[in-house]
């Protein structure tokens, strides 16, 4: 490789949980280039995962759900400014970890000479191509590994093995222990899922909960933006269930106090991941070879359908979900069993004090 960048910009804007799956990429890129810059281009509302995991690069926030829904003079004038300091910042090289037309065209308007990105195929925009100096055809099948192919134009070989875990602040920890009032040892039920096709019924769920509960353990319940249905409903089936409200980073520190975490392919199951929580994760339309939890030791409860993953947001294409109907409370149940006993025999896979 004849450059040697000395200014790397990031492209990633989202999901919470995307961002959490491009942690060790950036970590494995400040390795290599220790003394250089890296400034990371980021939605606003997801930029304290990045700033609980430590790293040392400079967030550069930006909120285009507000740009695309306020439109006025105001909004042209920041986004214009932006643009043009995007444009003047003297990037060598920009990485576009997200592979949308968004952000491939924010990798261009950068103006780094060297702009690396995914092949045509394994892009969401296949569009996104047309602005990448550098193209990236993934051999691996999970998204972090993929993501860690996208340095190997930078002459990285990538390790496969690096992990960047998520710890909460001091502040946040005193907060969830003031909502727990003394609860320890607790499993966390996560019945949401963004989208409607990801979500496991929220009764099965209660009924899970109540089965766990009966043999001793204590169960808390964590949901997202307009989810309190779902909770009410699990609490139809579970009425002694802790609810537990939390911002993105005490939902980090409830992970961190938690024995497990059962929920489906969401920001909250791979925030556990990233704190080391024990998971029992309920794959439906998404592939959890690409998307699952990455310990062997965790256990993902799933069917073997020839219709998945289809990736469909809102409703089964074969309108018969049988991808998530199929998975009974016993699966579940089963499951969390098993990765308790796993936790108990091995307590170093245990999240970290």
């Given amino acids: 490789m004849k450059l040697k960048p000395n200014r790397f910009l990031v492209v990633k804007f989202g999901s919470l949980g995307d961002i959490v799956h491009c942690l060790p990429s950036v970590a494995q890129l400040r390795k290599v280039f220790p003394e250089a810059e890296i400034d990371w281009l980021i939605e606003r509302k997801n ?3 990045v700033e609980l995991s430590g790293l040392d690069v400079r967030l550069v926030p930006i909120d285009t759900y507000q740009w695309r829904n306020s439109p006025g003079i105001g909004s042209a004038k920041e986004i214009a400014e932006f643009v043009w300091a995007l444009s003047t910042d003297g990037y060598d090289c920009t990485i576009d970890f997200q592979g949308l037309l968004k952000s491939a065209f924010f990798a261009y308007l950068s103006g780094a000479p060297m702009r690396i990105g995914w092949e045509r195929d394994f892009l969401k925009e296949s569009v996104s191509r047309f602005f990448y100096t550098d193209v990236v055809t993934p051999k691996r099948i999970h998204i972090i590994d993929q993501q860690m192919e996208l340095l190997k134009p930078l002459g990285i070989d990538p390790d496969w093995y690096i992990e960047v875990p ?3 602040r001091e502040a946040a920890r005193r907060s969830v222990k003031q909502k727990l009032g003394g609860l320890t040892d607790y499993i966390i039920i ?4 963004n989208w409607p096709t990801k979500c496991w019924d929220a009764e099965r769920y209660g009924e899970l909960a109540s089965r766990l509960m009966s043999d001793g353990f ?3 319940v964590t949901w997202g933006p307009d989810e309190e249905g779902l909770v009410r409903k699990v609490k139809q089936k579970a009425p002694a269930i802790r609810e537990i409200p939390t911002n993105l ?4 520190a409830l992970c961190e106090g938690a024995r497990l975490i059962v929920g489906g392919d969401t920001g909250p199951m791979h925030f556990a991941a990233a ?3 024990p998971i029992v994760a309920i794959f439906g339309p998404t592939s959890s070879d690409r998307n699952g939890p990455f310990r062997r030791e965790d256990i993902v409860v799933e069917r073997r ?4 993953p289809c990736y469909e947001r809102d409703r089964c294409p074969l309108e018969h979900w049988e991808c998530m109907t199929e998975i009974t409370v016993d699966h579940v149940y089963e499951a969390c069993r098993k990765r308790l006993l796993l936790a108990e025999a091995s307590p170093s896979l245990q999240p970290a004090e």
């Fill in 190 to 193: 996560n019945p949401g899922g």
């Fill in 47 to 49: 930029k304290v995962i």
């Fill in 166 to 168: 998520l710890k909460a």
């Fill in 218 to 220: 204590p169960i808390v």
């Fill in 305 to 308: 359908l020839a219709c998945r």
């Fill in 249 to 252: 980073e005490e939902l980090v």
């Fill in 275 to 277: 704190v080391g929580t």
